[in-house]
């Protein structure tokens, strides 16, 4: 390798360690240029491409990786299926995914399949947040919870995200792996509301969200489920009684919001006529995503 490749290759390097893949991505083409047959400049720039959304070089990046080392290709292999999935090029995801040893569903169109859950780290450049998925195959899920609407993110929206574990989280008294959002893949068609209410302890609580069950869309306690933790603890496991930036409050707070997750406004209104409208607890709702 020349010493222009070498140096290329090194700014690359150090611009993708402080994460900044936009800027990564001229010195990591011009390393493979330079040195075409070096497999480590290619995974450079599918890295760099993957984190900057060119997909088509990011998939060409790993192609080319992984024809030159293909003994030593399963991160190439599976990126490969990110960028091909990000391009709907379903065939090519397809082997690549089977590349790195998943068994797949019969077919040459999108995958849809059933392997579990996880946590997924929703819009984590500008406001983060950790956000309960079901995945639908090896880098595409579908947000179960109702994140807040500064994540900018809704229930049901399909994320496309990274493969490398970045954290843990509990649900349920099971740990399930964090991973990093790439980008939003497909935005469903619900709205999110907010619900602010009053209620004396968890069981006038429970009794209202008992009120929508049945509707089309889903409702969580933010008061209860949302915390604030430092960006350290975020990639790892924080416990629960974690918080670095506000004091713990001791004891029920009356004073709550719920997130509502609607797919028509229609569903909201019978709410309001059938279950909300009559109960003291509704202070107020409000249309915030």
Same mark, same amino acid.
């Given at each position: 390798?020349?010493?222009?490749?070498? %140096?290329?290759?090194?700014?690359?390097?150090?611009?993708?360690?402080?994460?900044?893949?936009?800027?990564?991505?001229?010195?990591?083409?011009?390393?493979?240029?330079?040195?075409?047959?070096?497999?480590?400049?290619?995974?450079?720039?599918?890295?760099?491409?993957?984190?900057?959304?060119?997909?088509?070089?990011?998939?060409? !990046?790993?192609?080319?990786?992984?024809?030159?080392?293909?003994? !030593?290709?399963?991160?190439?292999?599976?990126?490969?299926?990110? %960028? %091909?999935?990000?391009?709907?090029?379903?065939?090519?995801?397809?082997? %690549?995914?089977?590349?790195?040893?998943?068994?797949?569903?019969?077919?040459?169109?999108?995958?849809?399949?059933?392997?579990?859950?996880?946590?997924?780290?929703?819009?984590?450049?500008?406001?983060?947040?950790?956000?309960?998925?079901?995945?639908?195959?090896?880098?595409?899920?579908?947000?179960?919870?109702?994140?807040?609407?500064?994540?900018?993110?809704?229930?049901?929206?399909?994320?496309?995200?990274?493969?490398?574990?970045?954290?843990?989280?509990?649900?349920?008294?099971?740990?399930?792996?964090?991973?990093?959002?790439?980008?939003?893949?497909?935005?469903?068609?619900?709205?999110?509301?907010?619900?602010?209410?009053?209620?004396?302890?968890?069981?006038?609580?429970?009794?209202?969200?008992?009120?929508?069950?049945?509707?089309?869309?889903?409702?969580?306690?933010?008061?209860?489920?949302?915390?604030?933790?430092?960006?350290?603890?975020?990639?790892?496991?924080?416990?629960?009684?974690?918080?670095?930036?506000?004091?713990?409050?001791?004891?029920?707070?009356?004073?709550?919001?719920?997130?509502?997750?609607?797919?028509?406004?229609?569903?909201?209104?019978?709410?309001?006529?059938?279950?909300?409208?009559?109960?003291?607890?509704?202070?107020?709702?409000?249309?915030?995503?």
């Amino acid at each position: 390798m020349s010493e222009a490749a070498r %140096a290329a290759m090194q700014q690359a390097d150090e611009l993708i360690a402080r994460r900044e893949f936009t800027a990564a991505l001229g010195p990591a083409r011009e390393a493979c240029l330079l040195s075409p047959e070096s497999s480590e400049a290619w995974w450079n720039l599918a890295i760099a491409a993957k984190h900057a959304h060119a997909w088509a070089d990011c998939l060409h !990046a790993c192609e080319r990786s992984i024809s030159l080392t293909p003994d !030593a290709s399963e991160g190439a292999c599976w990126n490969a299926g990110i %960028a %091909a999935t990000a391009l709907r090029q379903w065939p090519r995801a397809r082997e %690549a995914w089977a590349g790195c040893g998943i068994q797949l569903p019969d077919g040459d169109g999108p995958l849809q399949m059933t392997i579990g859950h996880a946590w997924v780290r929703v819009n984590p450049q500008t406001e983060p947040e950790v956000v309960f998925c079901k995945r639908i195959d090896p880098c595409r899920a579908q947000i179960l919870s109702v994140p807040l609407p500064d994540s900018g993110r809704r229930f049901g929206d399909l994320v496309l995200h990274d493969g490398e574990r970045r954290g843990t989280r509990r649900h349920q008294q099971a740990a399930y792996a964090v991973f990093d959002e790439l980008t939003l893949y497909e935005p469903s068609d619900y709205g999110t509301w907010q619900v602010s209410v009053v209620c004396r302890d968890s069981t006038r609580r429970d009794h209202l969200l008992d009120k929508f069950e049945g509707v089309d869309g889903a409702v969580e306690d933010w008061t209860e489920n949302v915390s604030l933790i430092c960006a350290r603890c975020s990639l790892g496991e924080p416990p629960e009684d974690h918080d670095h930036d506000h004091a713990p409050t001791a004891g029920w707070q009356p004073a709550r919001r719920l997130g509502l997750a609607l797919r028509h406004e229609r569903d909201l209104k019978r709410l309001r006529r059938f279950a909300l409208g009559w109960l003291p607890e509704v202070h107020e709702v409000t249309r915030v995503l």
